[in-house]
């Protein structure tokens, strides 16, 4: 790959995180990070699928908004060390979770 390439791709995909980024400021509320801006980051992150999780302090859990058909649904956890969304949140690492072949097909 001749290096023009590479940066023309490395200037797309920044070009493309100030805009999401962009977006995330200007938000109106969690709702609209969690649903509505979550495919461009599932796509800037040439992802399967890809889960955001909000804190909710006053619990101390973890929060997701989900779409499923035209209802938002949530889900929740503790922000514990005892799922993969409380280790990161914890731990301050991402995550990056590949299912292999041992898995089968999906």
């Known amino acids: ?5 590479v940066t023309q791709r490395e ?9 999401i980024a962009n977006q995330i400021n200007a938000a109106s509320s969690i709702q609209d990070i969690l649903v509505d801006i979550k495919d461009e980051m599932l796509d800037l992150a040439s992802a399967e ?8 302090t ?3 859990e ?8 035209q ?9 514990t060390f005892a799922s993969i969304a409380g280790f990161t949140a914890l731990s301050r690492k991402t995550a990056n979770i590949v ?8």
């Open 58 to 60: 006053k619990n101390q």
């Open 11 to 19: 200037l797309h995909y920044r070009k493309r995180l100030i805009e």
């Open 62 to 69: 973890l929060f997701s908004l989900f779409k499923a058909g």
């Open 99 to 106: 299912l292999g072949s041992a898995f089968g097909s999906f």
């Open 71 to 79: 209802e938002v649904r949530e889900i929740r956890v503790p922000k």
């Open 49 to 56: 699928r890809v889960t955001i999780f909000a804190l909710d």
């Open 1 to 5: 790959m001749a290096v023009a390439e």
